[in-house]
């Protein structure tokens, strides 16, 4: 039986088609810029959503529709470009945060600061709950996954050269950062851990699939899905220890300045990480 191969060696492509040649190499970088993206992913969508007052329901639609321009721009790229791609991963990240409000969430006090009876035009939310709302993007997640594998494609994300491939590996992020936005939810608002608690939980779980790397027996690529999902409640709840009030346990800096601040980081670790990808290939 074929052993898997490492997470640091996913970008190795033998074709200049694979998709790989268009996603970053897989390191520490790579780690440290999706949980950039995906705190502000969370923060910015709850400035859209919940500051501006759009609601989760005009916010989504508008979102989404961003994340598929993003998303035909990035299809459309015939080489790894890091504006183009992160861009992607933090529409997804914004999507994907009000999507999983809309799913979970109502008009219910709890929800709504200030008294306010209404956030935004259209339903305030499903009101399913967060653990109703895990079940079916796990569920949804999983078909995913299967479809992907009743295909016959590779699950080896660098061995993809097909429209349909690279679409079926963004619906799968798309709906793994809804999921994550769920969890981080769930652990800050539910789970009794606070928001401070809930990025440490998830950072211990981080760090133990950084050791199940090392055990040969274990899928690498099962366990990229895993951190890919797991980020995004650490960056569900960095976004939400930065906002919320100080009396919920949160820094109180506001979604506006909190977002302002992490753009300005992650764009700066896009031109690094574009200035490294042209010096690779210079040499």
């Known amino acids: 039986m074929q052993q898997p191969e490492a997470l640091t060696d996913l970008d190795v492509a033998s074709t200049t088609n694979s998709v790989m040649k268009k996603l970053p190499e897989v390191t520490l970088a790579f780690w440290i810029m999706k949980i950039a993206a995906t705190t502000l992913g969370e923060t910015a969508g709850d400035l859209f959503a919940q500051t501006l007052k759009l ?21 459309r790229s015939h080489r790894y470009n890091p504006f183009f791609y992160w861009t992607v991963i933090l529409s997804t990240s914004m999507a994907g945060t009000t999507m999983s409000d809309f799913m979970n969430r109502d008009a219910s006090t709890k929800y709504l600061s200030g008294g306010a009876t209404s956030l935004g035009w259209g339903p305030q939310g499903l009101g399913l709950g967060y653990p109703v709302g895990a079940a079916i993007l796990i569920s949804i997640l999983l078909v995913i996954f299967a479809v992907w594998r009743l295909s016959g494609m590779t699950f080896q ?3 993809i050269v097909t429209f ?11 709906v793994s950062n809804t999921l994550g936005t769920s969890m981080g939810d769930f652990l800050s608002d539910s789970s009794g851990l606070g928001y401070a608690g809930g990025a440490l939980l ?3 779980a981080l760090a133990l699939l950084a050791v199940l790397m090392k055990v040969p027996t274990v899928p690498n690529v099962l366990l990229f899905w895993i951190a890919f999902v797991l980020t995004r409640p650490l960056g569900a709840t960095a976004g939400d220890l930065l906002t919320k009030p100080v009396a919920k346990g949160g820094l109180n800096l506001g979604t506006a300045g909190s977002s302002a601040v992490l753009l300005a980081v992650l764009l700066g670790l896009m031109t690094y990480a574009q200035v490294q990808e042209r010096r690779a290939a210079a040499s």
């Open 164 to 174: 349909r491939g690279e679409a079926l590996f963004w619906s799968a992020i798309l």
């Open 202 to 204: 998830v950072t211990g």
């Open 157 to 159: 994300i660098r061995d």
């Open 55 to 75: 609601g989760y329901f005009l916010t989504t639609i508008a979102l989404f529709l961003i994340f598929v321009v993003t998303l035909v721009v990035q299809l």
